[in-house]
């Protein structure tokens, strides 16, 4: 499948399976919970970020927070100080509501390790 560009995407490019950039971070501090606080916490404003930012690759930016928008980040483990993590991504979703056309994404975050330590929803309106 296809790797979405935030410059040539359009609602009728996109096909379900296409691939989202990938991007890499090296995380300073700690970014994430406690071991066994993972499913009570909000995740860090830094997971949000970052995946905001993966999105923003993939997607215009204006896209990103416009009427039917949606983002949910869900932290499974802690990021370590130190580590590097890895988002990638693909649609895994696409249709019509009303007025709105939308692209529906999954995301993974990961550590160096191959490690799970967070997982994302995200709904673009095209």
């Known amino acids: 499948m296809a790797r979405l560009w935030a410059k040539t995407v359009t609602f009728a490019s996109v096909r379900v399976g296409d691939q989202l950039p990938i991007l890499v971070k090296s995380e300073p501090r700690k970014l994430a919970v406690p071991p066994g606080a993972e499913a009570a916490v909000t995740p860090r404003p830094a997971l949000v970020a ?11 930016p204006a896209a990103i927070s416009a009427r039917g928008s949606r983002l949910e980040v869900q ?22 509501e009303g007025d709105l056309r939308l692209v529906e994404c999954q995301i993974l975050v990961e550590n160096q390790a191959g490690q799970a330590v967070a997982r994302a929803l995200a709904v673009v309106p095209l």
Do not use: M
């Open 75 to 96: 932290a499974i483990h802690p990021v370590g100080e130190g580590d590097t993590i890895s988002l990638s991504g693909q649609v895994v979703g696409k249709r019509e």
């Open 50 to 60: 970052y995946v905001t930012e993966l999105l923003e690759k993939a997607f215009p």
